[in-house]
């Protein structure tokens, strides 16, 4: 296993009106964020907010190349991100103790907090295909380059971890420091990572370490 220091390449925010960051997701093009005013999409270039869908927003966001899915409550909403229109809805795993979501593999992965559980789920149904245990508290999820990564936030510490996604053995651990959460997680495919800052209001982007490549 390796361990390392985040380098924390930029900041966005804080964003007007927004007191807490949920989930975190990217399509490519713009950063979108979770938080009690909606769905919101930033420019990551000049960190503008360009415009909000006005839907419950309590936890995980995602991105399927067409449409984002966004976690409320003990729901999950596929949004159509051109008119906001929510365009089918299902169970949440978690019964409302869900945090990260993202989009890999034709299904939807749901970070389930205080279980300390991913479950990949069928994005149609919501019916749970498989269940990985971590042994620390889930925030946000990602998979980058077949690669499983999850948030952490327990007290003051978080981190960034790549797991087995067979048996949750942790492989590689990016440390935050001191008394920087991450509240949502989600890769660009690339160099890095976009996290949710809780309550700091703000995204952080993480450099994604050259040894995981």
């Known amino acids: 296993m390796t361990k390392s220091e985040a380098e924390i390449i930029r900041e966005y925010g804080p964003f007007p009106g927004v007191e807490q960051v949920h989930g975190v997701t990217y399509d490519g093009t713009n950063l979108w964020f979770a938080s009690d005013g909606g769905v919101k999409a930033v420019d990551p270039e000049d960190g503008r907010v360009l415009r909000t869908i006005d839907v419950a927003a309590h936890a995980g966001t995602a991105y ?105 053995a942790v492989l590689d651990t990016i440390v935050m420091p001191a008394g920087t959460g991450v509240s949502g997680l989600e890769s660009d495919g690339a160099d890095r990572f976009f996290c949710g800052g809780g309550r700091s209001g703000t995204i952080r982007t993480v450099r994604r370490p050259r040894g995981n490549r």
């Open 64 to 168: 399927d190349g067409r449409h984002l899915f966004q976690i409320s409550e003990d729901r999950i909403h596929r949004i159509d991100p051109e008119s906001g229109k929510v365009l089918a809805t299902i169970p949440a795993p978690g019964n409302g103790g869900d945090s990260g979501l993202t989009w890999a593999e034709g299904s939807l992965w749901v970070g389930e907090y205080r279980s300390r559980q991913i479950h990949q789920i069928d994005p149609e149904t919501g019916a749970v295909i498989r269940v990985i245990r971590s042994n620390r508290m889930v925030t946000g999820v990602t998979w980058v380059d077949g690669e499983l990564w999850h948030g952490t936030w327990e007290g003051d510490e978080s981190d960034l971890r790549h797991i087995d996604p067979e048996t949750g």
